[in-house]
């Protein structure tokens, strides 16, 4: 197992089950789960907690949530811009709840924030060098989950839209939506975090092209391990 820098991954037990996440794959409903013990780990740690955990809980339910690479860099890019650029624009407006949609939803404010983003911390990639939440929400992370698979037998694999589904089947409540842009931006229920989320996506495909290049070749191979890791037989189903 490599990486060119650690990615924090959450690991959790609950009841008869343990859960292993990273940003934007379901981890704020692992921490809001009742009864849960979560904790964060890396790359480096991130077996001998499992077996840590193990050895005090031996348990056969053993999952790990993914999410497909462009969707979940994207969400987790929204909100890095969102925290770290417009949250500071807006709160020094001082405007009222309303008087905030008018400028988020113009393409061009987003394009400029994510623009200026990437100039602030000197680079579009998650890295060392880059803020270690931007690492968290959206840095390459599933060559570890191919590590994992190949370690634990029972470890199944759970896609984020079906992270609902398992959790119900195991008597535990269901995804947390996570609204990104509650976060960040107080704005009345006219516009939604989807919405919000849309207009981003358009944004993006609007930065430098350098940029552009940058992310999906830095994405490329992530994309073909979800494809790899899509072939295999170890996926939760309903």
Not at 133 to 142: E, F, K, M, R, S
Not at 198 to 209: C, H
């Amino acid at each position: 197992m490599s990486a060119d820098f650690n990615i924090p991954v959450v690991v959790s037990s609950v009841n008869d089950a343990l859960f292993i996440a990273t940003g934007k794959c379901g981890t704020s409903t692992l921490w809001d789960l009742p009864g849960n013990n979560s904790d964060f780990c890396d790359t480096v740690n991130i077996m001998s907690e499992i077996n840590r955990r193990l050895a005090m809980n031996p348990v056969n339910k053993m999952f790990i949530t993914i999410r497909e690479p462009r969707q979940r860099f994207l969400s987790g890019l929204f909100e890095e811009v969102g925290e770290r650029m417009v949250r500071p624009i807006l709160q020094s407006m001082h405007l009222k709840d309303h008087e905030y949609e008018s400028i988020i939803i113009q393409q061009q404010f987003w394009t400029d924030n994510i623009q200026n983003y990437f100039f602030q911390f000197g680079s579009c990639l998650p890295n060392r060098q880059a803020t270690s939440t931007y690492a968290y929400h959206a840095g390459n992370w599933l060559h570890l989950v191919g590590y994992l698979l190949s370690a634990y037998p029972q470890l199944q694999v759970v896609e984020l839209d079906q992270f609902s589904a398992l959790l119900s089947s195991l008597n535990l409540p269901p995804l947390n939506i996570n609204r990104s842009a509650d976060k960040f931006i107080w704005v009345s229920n006219d516009i939604r975090d989807r919405e919000l989320i849309k207009l981003f996506e358009k944004a993006y495909q609007a930065v430098e092209p350098e940029f552009l290049q940058q992310i999906n070749t830095y994405l490329e191979h992530e994309i073909q391990l979800y494809a790899g890791i899509q072939q295999l037989n170890r996926h939760w189903h309903v």
